[in-house]
Structure formats: C-alpha cells, structure tokens
C-alpha cells in the first residue's frame, strides 16, 4: 500500500502569469514523474510540496477531461512565494487527491450556473471544463464570474474564447474601466440581473467570503433550493487525511468531508459552531 503521507514526484511542464501585480496569480501544468496520472474529480484539490520550504492546499484547476494537473496559486505566503520564483522542468511533490468532489454524475441532465469571484473561479474551471467536454450530458451551461478589475480576472483568454463560440460566459469588473464592456458591479449584482432559473438547475459558488454570503441570499431570492446551492470551504488543511484537526468543523474534517458541500450542508454544520 501507497504511503499517504509520501508524495509524489512531480515536473512543472508550464507556468503561466495569470494576475501581475502586488496580489500575482500563476497557473502551474505539472506532469507526474515515473507513473501517467492519478485519477481524480473536479472538486478536489491536492497538496503540494515546495522541497525544503513546506507544503501547501491547492484545489485542481483543471478537469480530469484535461491533460495532467494545473494548479493556479495566489502568491500570499512563504510556499507560494517559492513556487512563483520556479519554472518549467523544476520538481514538486504531490499528495493526492483529497478531499470530496463535486457530484458531477449525480447533476446529469440538469443546467449548470457557476458564480466565481477573484482565485475563487479556480475550482470552477474544473467544473464547466468538464460539462463542456461532455455537453450531451448536460443542459445549459451558464458562467458567471467577476473580479475587482479586468487585470486580476483569471483565465482571461479561456473565457473570451468561450465567448466567442458561442457560450453563455457573463463577466464583471467592480468599477468602470476604458473598454470594458461587460457588466461593471459586484458578482451578486451581476446574478441578480441574469436571473437563473432554478428549475433543473445546481448553482456553484466560489469566491471571497462576503461574495459567497450575499450570492447564496441573492440565489435564495431567486427560488433556489438549498439543495441546488453548492460551495466549497477553504480552511487551512495540513495533513490532507482527517488526522491533525488543523481544518476541523464540529465533528467534519474539510480536508475529506469536504470542500465541497452542497448549501443545506453546511448550514447544518454551521449551526454547530
């Protein structure tokens, strides 16, 4: 059996600069060394080692429709400061994957609605990349995503090219800008003005705190039932596996219980606290 706590040895194949600036965003493609991939689903995340310098919680950027892992990380402490001084053909490791993801089986047939803000747009990259590569299996597709200007957007070029063939991609910027041309404002007045039907539909929320809570009363307003809303929890995760505590809620360990957890969910948890 395969030590958990042992990672895997990883290449980085391409760094790509997402946001310039005092708060830098950069998307790491790595490719396992000595085996093809580990399976995994959209939703779940991994931790990757920084040799040396420690290891860190990153959720999967990428489908599992997709070639190897991207990671794309906000530059915020001593392991992610390392990892935006590294390169392409520079070794990491990787443990994974963890956690809980999202049930992607179980909303075959319905419309899908993701709402991201900032970096929070990461773990749904993962989703509508996957609904897109399997478009039979799903009804409409709608991406709703916002940041504070058009320069801390990520994945800029994916969404304008998802634009321009034609899928319904609803972008926003807090404040006005020369040539912007989509919807300026937060993104839960962005929700509110697109409306989505609840019917047949899941809605998937990540992004600031304040983001998520005014989005998920913005959602109920629109008829959503808490079982339609999804989200996902962010707590300092250390060892990965339920062990150490370091992201305990009441008796949920987010590093495997979650970080995925539909709205009925987690108000049940946060009851408890």
Same mark, same amino acid.
């Given at each position: 059996?395969?030590?958990?706590?042992?990672?895997?040895?990883?290449?980085?194949?391409?760094?790509?600069?997402?946001?310039?600036?005092?708060?830098?965003?950069?998307?790491?493609?790595?490719?396992?060394?000595?085996?093809?991939?580990?399976?995994?689903?959209?939703?779940?995340?991994?931790?990757?080692?920084?040799?040396?310098?420690?290891?860190?919680?990153?959720?999967?950027?990428?489908?599992?429709?997709?070639?190897?892992?991207?990671?794309?990380?906000?530059?915020?402490?001593?392991?992610?400061?390392?990892?935006?001084?590294?390169?392409?053909?520079?070794?990491?490791?990787?443990?994974?994957?963890?956690?809980?993801?999202?049930?992607?089986?179980?909303? !075959?047939?319905?419309?899908?609605? %993701? @709402?991201?803000?900032?970096? *929070?747009?990461?773990?749904?990259?993962? $989703?509508?990349?996957? /609904?897109?590569?399997?478009?039979?299996?799903?009804?409409?597709?709608?991406?709703?995503?916002?940041?504070?200007?058009?320069?801390?957007?990520?994945?800029?070029?994916?969404?304008?090219?998802?634009?321009?063939?034609?899928?319904?991609?609803?972008?926003?910027?807090?404040?006005?800008?020369?040539?912007?041309?989509?919807?300026?404002?937060?993104?839960?007045?962005?929700?509110?003005?697109? !409306?989505?039907?609840?019917?047949? %539909? @899941?809605?998937?929320?990540? *992004?600031?705190?304040?983001?998520?809570? $005014?989005?998920?009363? /913005?959602?109920?307003?629109?008829?959503?039932?808490?079982?339609?809303?999804?989200?996902?929890?962010?707590?300092?995760?250390?060892?990965?596996?339920?062990?150490?505590?370091?992201?305990?809620?009441?008796?949920?360990?987010?590093?495997?219980?979650?970080?995925?957890?539909?709205?009925?969910?987690?108000?049940?948890?946060?009851?408890?606290?």
């Amino acid at each position: 059996m395969e030590n958990p706590y042992v990672p895997y040895k990883a290449q980085i194949v391409e760094v790509k600069d997402e946001v310039k600036g005092v708060r830098p965003i950069k998307t790491f493609r790595i490719k396992l060394v000595d085996r093809e991939r580990f399976d995994y689903k959209s939703g779940q995340g991994c931790l990757v080692s920084v040799f040396g310098r420690g290891e860190s919680w990153f959720t999967i950027a990428n489908s599992p429709t997709r070639p190897d892992l991207e990671f794309s990380v906000l530059k915020t402490g001593k392991v992610t400061a390392k990892l935006h001084e590294m390169k392409a053909g520079d070794i990491v490791g990787i443990r994974g994957p963890l956690g809980r993801a999202f049930p992607l089986d179980e909303w !075959k047939g319905m419309n899908i609605v %993701t @709402i991201g803000g900032g970096i *929070g747009q990461t773990p749904l990259r993962a $989703i509508y990349q996957y /609904v897109i590569d399997n478009e039979k299996d799903y009804g409409d597709l709608t991406i709703i995503y916002g940041a504070r200007t058009s320069r801390d957007l990520v994945y800029k070029d994916e969404l304008f090219k998802l634009i321009e063939e034609g899928y319904n991609v609803q972008l926003s910027i807090d404040n006005p800008e020369k040539d912007w041309k989509y919807f300026v404002g937060f993104v839960p007045d962005n929700v509110k003005r697109i !409306k989505p039907d609840p019917k047949n %539909t @899941i809605a998937i929320t990540c *992004g600031p705190p304040i983001m998520i809570k $005014i989005t998920l009363n /913005v959602l109920k307003e629109l008829g959503f039932k808490e079982e339609q809303i999804y989200t996902t929890l962010e707590r300092r995760m250390k060892c990965g596996l339920g062990k150490c505590g370091k992201c305990r809620i009441e008796s949920y360990y987010v590093c495997k219980d979650g970080p995925v957890f539909n709205y009925a969910e987690l108000s049940a948890m946060l009851e408890k606290v």
